[in-house]
């Protein structure tokens, strides 16, 4: 494990000195940092959901199996299971960590607006568009 340690140290040194990197330059990492923080504050309910959905999953599984086979196939069982666990823990994480790089700061305005058009573009599509009301 040190070994491996100094070696991603000497690696990063090398990688550093041929990109011509300074220490100074370390400010621009810092919506990278920002981004690892509110991951790993998602992630921590996520591991909390995981450890009690995967308690319950599988005899979900063989419920959901048994509905459209007549025989439990162990492989059936293991995809449903890890879907439903899936499923549950990115309901967890996803706003979470939405919430967290918009408080953040890490997405742009420009960025929002963008991803808010194409979200409009989207509801337009399934039917879900605004009325257009007559402001006169």
Partial sequence: MITSLIDRFLSLGKVWKT?????????????????????????????????????????????????????LKPSWVEIISGGIALSFTAAVFAPIYLFLINLLGIVSVEEKNFFLSKFEVFKKKIGFAKPIVNQD
Avoid: M, Q
């Fill in 19 to 71: 990109v011509g990197a300074k220490f100074s330059d370390i400010h621009l990492l810092k919506n990278v940092g920002k981004t690892a923080i509110a991951a790993i504050i998602s992630g921590i309910p996520v591991y909390f959901v995981y450890s009690w959905i995967k308690l319950h999953t599988p005899d979900i599984a063989d419920e959901v199996t048994l509905l459209f086979f007549d025989t």
